[in-house]
């Protein structure tokens, strides 16, 4: 089963069309392996990005040096679903 | 054996072999009004059920539903199994449902991705797309909402097998997407398409490959609105209505595209809970509210459907 100890899901509120084109550009990479749960598109609505653990520094430090506002959505996404998958046992008994 | 779909817990998230055994007692429980219709098998060859609620009558016009197309979209698979019991028990109750089962054929398909549900639970449960193997990539899976014939190939889906939203080497190539499509052309006399999708909170019309405004736009745009203003009597939840492309983004290949342009005027994809805090991740004890109001959002299109036949 994979794991996603560590990750985080951030929420990300784009504040323009240039932040928006930055954020496509990350969307574009492969390096990051991200996982856009909601995509860049407009400033309206926000981007919800599933983060890896081991780009989380990577992926923090490039909206802050863009001055892209964003916050934790999900803190660490395992827990979670530890969470579920032990409500889904409690549940199957 | 009609007895177990009282005592199955809609509140609580369930393995596809479950689900699949809950569609048998649904089917022992409402034998004159439900059917379970075997429209093919999935890339890994598990059945692909369809319920089927009709009160008879030939080839009537029908309603499609379908849920659960991102695997990782439980909420949209769950709240499904509550409405289909919702719809079940409120026909001869409701004059409202039982008014539209005596016009109407509802087909509700559960788990229209049964491989990447199956394997949400057992191996990754952020997966989204099909399992289907990839020529020439290790990555594997088709995003089976960039699949359809509408568009397809263009802006806001990949030609990368290893991106989330791979449109497939061909339209209708992945097998989950032709047999829905199959089913479509060769029963005919839909005049409803509804996807449920989870989240964000939005119920959208027509089209996402293109922002161009469809010829019915007021009308689905009204309709939605209304439908949307049902759904949030209930709790207060907030919806927005529009167009995919426009309240969105651009995406082709999806699969209310290509119903409407296959003429079935009535196309709408609902994204479910939540707005933020969850995601796809939805808790359990979240199911029966999202249901409870998506349900009234859906009862509404499907009156409306039925009182205006085209």
Redesign the interface.
Known sequence: ??V?TGDQ?L?VNAKSEAQIQLLKTLENG?VFEL???????SSD??I?I?VPYASLYAVQKFLQDNEIPFHV??QD?QE??DK?QE??QR??M | KGGDTKSF?YA??H?LDAIYSWMDSMVAGHPNLISKVQIGSSYENRPMYVLKFSTGGNNRPAIWIDAGIHSREWISTASALWMANKMATDFGVDPSVTSLLGQMDVYLMIVTNPDGYAYTH?????WRKTRSVNSGSTCRGVDPNRNWDAGFGGPGASKNP?S?SYHGPSAHSAIEVKNIVDLIKNRGNFKAFISIHA??QLLMYPYGYTCNDIPHQAELDSVGQRAVQALSSLFGTSYRVGSICK????ASGGSIDWSYNNGVKYSFAFELRDT??????L??NQIIPTATETWLGLKHIMEYVRDHPY
């Open positions: 089963r994979k996603f899901v929420r492969e996982d856009f749960w909601t995509h860049p598109s609505l926000p919800d599933h959505m999900i996404l979670l679903l579920e409500d889904l549940n199957a | 817990d609580t998230y393995r057992t191996n990754d449960r952020m290893c989330e989240y964000s309240i969105i983004y651009q933020g805090r969850y995601g796809f991740l808790p359990a």
